[in-house]
């Protein structure tokens, strides 16, 4: 009877299932292995209980992160197009002072 309990359990759970049927089989108390039983069933619901309601909340912070993150990729665009224009400016200004300078007479130096 054992062997068919352990062979129907999920793999993550043998080492309890064969604390309880080995209690079990050296014939320990039946009420015992029941409250163990309904104590590992009641913790079971719990979790599954809690599940959905962390499910929702990693759900929402996973598209508050994602709205976040699109805002802060609208602002990097929007601050690279600033500077790419400054960029601008500040190259035509220097291509400026460039030519400016470079049509400079020198005076005349005056032997000493």
Do not use: C
């Amino acid at each position: 009877m054992s062997g068919a309990i352990v062979g129907r359990m999920p793999a993550r759970f043998p080492s309890k299932v064969r604390t309880v049927t080995g209690r079990y089989n050296r014939g320990m108390d039946m009420q015992v292995v029941i409250k163990e039983i309904q104590d590992t069933l009641t913790v079971m619901a719990e979790l599954e209980r809690r599940q959905p309601r962390l499910l929702r909340e990693h759900s929402e912070r996973i598209v508050a992160l994602e709205e976040q993150t699109a805002e802060d990729r609208r602002e990097i665009v929007k601050y690279q197009k600033r500077t790419e224009q400054n960029l601008a400016e500040i190259t035509d200004k220097l291509n400026g002072l460039i030519g400016y300078v470079g049509n400079w007479k020198q005076p005349p130096q005056q032997p000493s």
